[in-house]
């Protein structure tokens, strides 16, 4: 029989033209592998629509708020729909880089020293000593971020302003140089390591994720056998650590100017990540040897609640 897929994307986060891609990208592949497939664009009736609806799985194509910190998963579970990627408290705990940041910290794995603060009261002196970036406690695709050069004299002048729409909680870190690297994980395993080289851009920000030729990726990555097992070694921690299911990725700072791996440090992890034709967890699966069909049909079948 047939399996009825019903893929989530859109919904109303600042990633929803994100989630439209990887929701129509992921729909697109599970047709051809096979599955019947409903595109469902989430809005607040999703309950009612996913009721009528029946499928005998809700693949989560959605991004950031409402989409991976629990939201959608709790809907998922009260209906009683299997459904892929992470569960609710996963869902939730990694979705706030504090939480997630102390839990991860809590089983070995490196982090930055950060401040929680509200963006109101950094305001005059700086909170730290630059270089350090501020960043929104529960955004995703780099919505928000803010780096701080050692020259600048003053804290962002942009989160005092009105226009700011990513809350009041904030997470100032300290800036770490280098090389960025990201590892997904597949189930409790690594599927490999990818280095992300923007192109015109500071820093792997929206624009450099999404847009054509924004960035490259060098999958699997030029690194060290012992660094590119570390970074695997700690993806697959964090993963753990955090209760993740299905697919996530974790993203790193390496400075390869320190010795052995003492530059190397963890920055979040991503429990939904983008399946756009520009995004990392596809490329990093291709190069394992996993087309984006295979590791689409892996995700299904891994679906269930309770997760």
């Not at 592949?29 to 629509?49: C, H, N, P, T």
């Not at 996963?90 to 603060?117: E, F, H, R």
């Not at 570390?230 to 993963?239: F, N, R, S, T, W």
């Amino acid at each position: 029989m047939q399996k009825h897929v019903a893929v989530l994307m859109g919904g109303f986060s600042s990633e929803r033209p994100v989630s439209l891609s990887s929701g129509s990208a992921c729909a697109d592949a599970l047709e051809q592998q096979g599955y019947k497939v409903s595109r469902v664009d989430v809005g607040r009736d999703i309950g009612q629509v996913l009721t009528e609806l029946r499928p005998d799985v809700a693949f989560n194509a959605l991004h950031g708020p409402y989409g991976e910190d629990g939201r959608i998963q709790g809907i998922l579970e009260y209906l009683e729909i299997p459904y892929t990627h992470s569960g609710v408290l996963s869902s939730a705990l990694s979705m706030d880089k504090a939480l997630a940041k102390t839990i991860v910290a809590g089983v070995g794995v490196p982090v930055a020293q950060s401040l929680i603060m509200n963006r109101f009261d950094i305001v005059g002196e700086h909170p730290m000593e630059p270089p350090y970036v501020v960043k929104p406690v529960n955004e995703g695709s780099s919505f928000g971020v803010v780096i701080v050069r050692e020259d600048q004299s003053h804290p962002p002048q942009v989160l005092q302003s009105d226009d700011w729409k990513y809350g009041d909680r904030v997470m100032v870190e300290k800036y770490v140089p280098g090389r960025e690297f990201t590892c997904a994980v597949m189930g409790d395993r690594s599927l490999g390591v990818c280095e992300i080289i923007p192109v015109g851009h500071a820093f792997y920000d929206y624009d450099s994720k999404y847009a054509p030729g924004g960035s490259k990726h060098e999958c699997p990555a030029k690194l060290s056998l012992n660094i590119y097992q570390k970074i695997e070694q700690l993806a697959v921690e964090a993963h753990l650590a955090l209760g993740c299911r299905g697919v996530s990725r974790s993203d790193f700072r390496f400075d390869d100017r320190l010795p052995d791996d003492q530059g190397l440090i963890w920055l979040e992890v991503n429990t939904q990540p983008g399946m756009t034709p520009t995004s990392l967890v596809p490329d990093i699966a291709a190069a394992a040897g996993i087309s984006f069909g295979e590791l689409l049909r892996w995700m299904v079948e891994d679906a269930s609640c309770s997760r």
